[in-house]
């Protein structure tokens, strides 16, 4: 099973500031298969990255996704209001079982 | 517009047993691949299980945590696809999401609560 490590667990940003969210994988992913989903509560989570840097429909292009090896990285290049959620990773390579990291908040400071 | 719509949960006891419900509209269901997902009170997102699509063999895998215990089936005539959870344990509390997408979860239901308490 492929292990997802999130960091860091909670990211304390004022709005306009720049956030930067990581995911470790715990092995290479075939063809990047790895997404970023946004969740609010009360709400269903929101893909917004898939293919480690493609966004999704509607998602905005303050939103952007790269990765470096296993290295996997959510960057919001200036924080809305609407932006503070919690950011979850997940990679689906070729075989199940896919899985999720363990989250990281980002809250406003 | 893409709807899906979650039901069947409940309070039960652990081992016993649950059957949960999704019906989907909005979309060509018979081609879709189907997941649930749930999240325990206070914790993250995990997977549980999928079933491909007829055309694609219709096969399913599950995560390790639930897998003999939790079977995945759809009615492709009903736009439904369903849950079957055994030997429920306390750990299996959780909110349960369907959702679609060929790896990643594009749509989701807002899930229906399970509850394992004695």
């Known amino acids: 099973e492929i292990v997802l490590t999130q960091s860091p667990a909670t990211l304390s940003l004022s709005p306009g500031q720049r956030a930067t969210l990581s995911c470790r994988a715990s092995q290479s992913l075939t063809n990047n298969y790895l997404a970023w989903y946004q969740h609010k509560p009360g709400q269903t989570p929101r893909l917004l990255i898939y293919g480690a840097s493609t966004r999704a429909t509607g998602a905005p292009d303050r939103f952007s996704g790269s990765d470096s090896g296993t290295d996997f990285t959510l960057t919001i290049s200036r924080l809305e209001p609407e932006d503070f959620a919690v950011y979850y990773c997940q990679q689906y390579d070729t075989s199940p079982p896919w899985t999720f990291g363990q989250g990281t908040k980002v809250e406003i400071k | 517009e893409v709807q899906l719509v979650e039901s069947g949960g409940g309070l039960v006891k652990p081992g016993e047993s649950l059957r949960l419900s999704c019906v989907v509209s909005g979309f060509t269901f018979n081609e879709a691949w189907m997941s649930w997902v749930r999240q325990a009170p206070g914790k993250g997102l995990e997977w549980v299980g999928r079933i491909k699509s007829q055309s694609n063999g219709g096969t399913t895998e599950y995560a390790a945590p639930v897998k003999d215990r939790f079977t995945i089936s759809r009615d492709d005539s009903k736009n439904m696809f369903f849950l079957e959870m055994n030997s429920l344990k306390t750990e299996d509390t959780a909110l349960y999401h369907c959702?679609?997408?060929?790896?990643?979860?594009?749509?989701w239901g807002q899930g229906t609560l399970v509850t394992v308490s004695s």
């Open positions: 959702a679609t997408g060929y790896g990643t979860f594009d749509f």
